[in-house]
């Protein structure tokens, strides 16, 4: 459950084998307001916007956030309980990720953007080169984890059910079931949604987020909380740019206004352009923590 959007779990797969969830174990109780204290009683209201009339604002308050019948103070409440509990588990898979000398990458962005294709053409770059697992997260069917899997690679499959976004407890319940080969690289493709995952630490050395030419320039400016916490932005389907009215500086402009100085990559995974580029930084950032790691022992 994650208090920015209230979603709930329900059964988590892995491979189709349902796991026990680390969330809260009491549900939460939206219970009718009887108290007058502001502080402590009363949920965020929806603002009107100065600026215009029609537009109502329920990401209020300490939280930015509005759920019906609870408090301010008790949201920050659950965010804390839940999120303290997600970063344990973040910390140990970082853990064991960094003895192993893993490169994990954290790959986001919203349905649709081209994640799966830009995975597969990247595997076909990179198989011959680095050991590759995958781990494949969506709220249900294998699909994605099957296409995966028909290049030859090891592809394990997350089911959220209910939930909107990984946590760290799948990922290492996932690891432990795969157990990926030192020095090598591992691709999380989280579930489709450019809003709760990026609250959500999994271990990784990096977040990537995914943004394709069709969504539209704003994207960052209307979801800031991604783009701030990426450490790299691929710009995809750039094949299509003659056909829209996408204007490419633009977007990384408002990237540039949430994330100064975001690394960005223009890409078409349908074509191949600029496939090699980011190949060459995923091969460049596992050097970098290989040689870390021996610099350490």
């Not at 930015?64 to 301010?72: E, I, K, L, V």
């Not at 595997?123 to 697992?133: A, C, F, Q, S």
Request: aromatic share 6%; with cysteine.
């Amino acid at each position: 459950m994650c208090t920015t959007c209230g979603c709930s779990i329900g059964q988590t797969r892995i491979n189709g084998k349902t796991i026990q969830s680390t969330h809260l174990e009491k549900p939460i109780q939206f219970r009718p307001l009887k108290h007058s204290n502001i502080r402590d009683h009363t949920p965020s209201l929806p603002i009107k916007n100065n600026r215009s009339s029609e537009t109502l604002a329920f990401g209020t308050g300490l939280v930015t956030a509005h759920a019906p019948g609870m408090s301010q103070a008790r949201m920050i409440k659950i965010e804390r309980d839940i999120l303290e509990r997600n970063n344990q588990y973040a910390n140990e898979n970082r853990r064991f990720l960094s003895e192993q000398n893993i490169l994990a990458l954290n790959l986001l962005s919203s349905p649709g953007s081209g994640k799966t294709t830009l995975l597969v053409n990247t595997i076909e770059i990179l198989r011959n080169k680095l050991p590759i697992t995958v781990i494949e997260g969506d709220q249900q069917t294998n699909h994605d984890a099957a296409r995966i899997r028909e290049t030859g690679i090891s592809a394990t499959q997350i089911n959220t059910g209910k939930g909107c976004h990984l946590d760290a407890f799948m990922v290492q319940q996932a690891l432990q079931q795969i157990s990926p080969q030192q020095n090598s690289v591992l691709f999380i493709e989280n579930v489709g949604n450019l809003v709760c995952p990026s609250n959500f630490d999994l271990g990784e050395a990096y977040k990537v987020v995914i943004l394709s030419v069709t969504e539209g320039e704003d994207k960052p400016l209307k979801y800031p909380d991604m783009f701030h916490v990426a450490d790299l932005l691929l710009l995809n389907k750039c094949d299509l740019l003659p056909y829209l009215s996408f204007d490419v500086d633009l977007a990384i402009e408002y990237a540039h206004r949430i994330h100064p100085g975001l690394p960005v990559i223009q890409i078409s995974a349908m074509n191949g352009s600029g496939i090699q580029v980011w190949a060459d930084w995923i091969e460049a950032n596992r050097l970098a923590i290989s040689s870390t790691a021996q610099y350490q022992t």
